[in-house]
């Protein structure tokens, strides 16, 4: 009897394991800001739009699209962890939409229906670092290494 392990032949890749967390992290956000107390104001949350005085753990603002967007975001990350190459996609444009996102954060007034969104100076802040970080995460995890590799 051998007492060396084998890694499963299905093992996910770094990259395939960082676009899963991130899909986790996403869906978990995105119910959070649906729960009254981890989201203060929960009563003021809108559809869409800059009155949601709803803010994720007191924080972040947010609005039913906000989160519906959060739930987006996770379901994407799960199903395209499934293979190197969806993930490495799912992190660098996921991370790009975040950057856009980022600027378009710091172009509007936050007080303008075109703050549909709606995000507050904590969004944008948290933007940036996620673009910054699912980037890094995209290129760092596959720098070297093909992509190709999938795993159910």
Request: proline share 3%.
């Amino acid at each position: 009897m051998s007492t060396h392990a084998r890694a499963p032949r299905n093992a996910r890749t770094p990259v395939q394991q960082a676009a899963l967390l991130m899909g986790v992290i996403f869906l978990l956000v995105g119910v959070l800001g649906f729960i009254p107390g981890v989201t203060t104001h929960y009563d003021t949350m809108k559809f869409a739009a800059h009155h949601s005085e709803a803010k994720l753990l007191g924080i972040f603002q947010v609005s039913i699209l906000h989160n519906l967007v959060h739930l987006a975001f996770g379901l994407a990350g799960l199903a395209l962890s499934r293979t190197a190459s969806q993930a490495r996609m799912y992190l660098l444009v996921g991370g790009a939409i975040y950057l856009l996102l980022w600027i378009y954060g710091l172009v509007i007034d936050h007080d303008s229906a075109a703050n549909f969104v709606p995000l507050n100076t904590a969004d944008n802040w948290l933007h940036l670092v996620l673009g910054v970080a699912m980037i890094a995460l995209g290129i760092l995890l596959t720098r070297g290494r093909g992509t190709t590799r999938t795993a159910a």
